[in-house]
């Protein structure tokens, strides 16, 4: 597989795991004894990527701290001034992002193999994929193969993975969700694929889901 980058959504407050994320932004709060951004990182190496382009935004400097500590690899940290979202989170790395690259949000684990997703991008005219579980937030909607639109309690659920061409970085907002751009896309003609998954899924970047399973 040709060079591949991984954008690693990171920023945000954590308040889904307050009081825990006070003191520790949240990809260095640990799960099942790792580091959630480690489980992102491994996940993604294991596509290939050699290359990590990360944003951080709440106690940033401890996690600017924790990867020039931990990694030789190539990783291009950006520090949010404020919250960009998911979307212009991914758009603030258009310049520099290699044309096809996946994005995976640093508060999941899973056991996801993301090298079919990739392959069908590359395989297709498409302009991404969105990997879908059907559990528990649904809210993604398809026709056959193809992501629809979003409506809460439809459909089916965004695992925080997806691969795209850098081209849709063009239909992202500078300061809004990846959603939004999504459904730009779609609104312009282009063609975003439905990946289905029964692979193990879950969010850790909840008390609920933490306690549960993660400690």
Do not use: C
């Not at 489980?39 to 400097?61: C, D, K, P, T, Y």
């Not at 992002?97 to 993301?114: A, G, L, Q, R, T």
């Not at 969105?130 to 695992?159: H, Q, W």
């Amino acid at each position: 597989m040709s060079s591949i980058d991984g954008i690693i959504l990171a920023a945000g407050y954590g308040r889904r795991l307050r009081p825990i994320t006070s003191r520790t932004p949240k990809p260095l709060v640990k799960f099942r004894g790792k580091p959630l951004i480690l489980h992102a990182m491994e996940s993604l190496m294991a596509v290939g990527v050699n290359r990590f382009l990360i944003n951080a935004f709440w106690l940033s400097h401890r996690l600017k701290g924790f990867l020039e500590g931990t990694f030789g690899m190539d990783i291009v940290l950006s520090r949010e001034r404020t919250l960009l979202g998911t979307g212009g989170g991914i758009r603030q790395f258009r310049e520099i992002v290699s044309p096809v690259f996946i994005v995976h949000n640093s508060d999941i684990v899973h056991e996801i193999d993301i090298v079919p997703a990739v392959r069908k991008l590359r395989d297709s005219g498409a302009m991404g994929v969105m990997i879908l579980v059907d559990r528990p937030f649904n809210s993604v909607l398809t026709e056959g193969d193809r992501v629809s639109g979003f409506r809460r309690g439809k459909g089916m659920t965004y695992t925080g993975i997806s691969v795209f061409r850098r081209e849709f970085m063009d239909y992202l907002p500078e300061k809004g969700s990846l959603v939004e751009g999504i459904e730009r896309a779609i609104g312009d003609g282009r063609t975003i694929l439905a990946h289905r998954t029964d692979a193990f899924w879950m969010d850790a970047g909840s008390l609920r889901f933490y306690d549960e399973r993660g400690r």
